[in-house]
Nanobody
Framework: QVQLVDSGGGSVQAGGSLRLSCAAQ????????MGWFRQAPGKEREGVAA????????YFADSVQGRFSMTRDSAKNTLYLEMTSLKPEDSATYTC???????????????????WGQGTQVTVSS
């Protein structure tokens, strides 16, 4: 069983930055993707960003394009989400997920992803 541990959330003012991390405690069979989903109260879950760990192909939602970036540490099975120029509408619970994938774009569209973190809260005040 793969355990994902996500962390790094917090409260910032608009325009600020945060870095989230997601560490897989055990090896995930390749090829796999890891990514971030967010959900705000009363809203549907949104796939924010995902990356193919083997080839580094990345996906970003239009809502975060140009503001969010990712780095991965393959040796540590860890993914980092760098969030800059944060907006109040970025406030949500962010949860990382991982599973075997064919592409990061298809990964964020799938339901029933196998491994999930516990979620970390991001609050952006205006």
């Amino acid at each position: 069983q793969v355990q994902l541990v996500d962390s790094g959330g917090g409260s910032v003012q608009a325009g600020g930055s945060l870095r989230l991390s997601c560490a897989a405690q055990r090896y995930v069979a390749t090829p796999y993707c890891m990514g971030w989903f967010r959900q705000a109260p009363g809203k549907e879950r949104e796939g924010v960003a995902a990356i193919d760990f083997e080839y580094g192909r990345a996906y970003f939602a239009d809502s975060v394009q140009g503001r969010f970036s990712m780095t991965r540490d393959s040796a540590k099975n860890t993914l980092y989400l760098e969030m800059t120029s944060l907006k109040p509408e970025d406030s949500a619970t962010y949860t990382c997920a991982a599973d075997i994938c064919s592409s990061p774009d298809s990964f964020v569209q799938r339901t029933g992803l196998k491994y999930w973190g516990q979620g970390t809260q991001v609050t952006v005040s205006s």
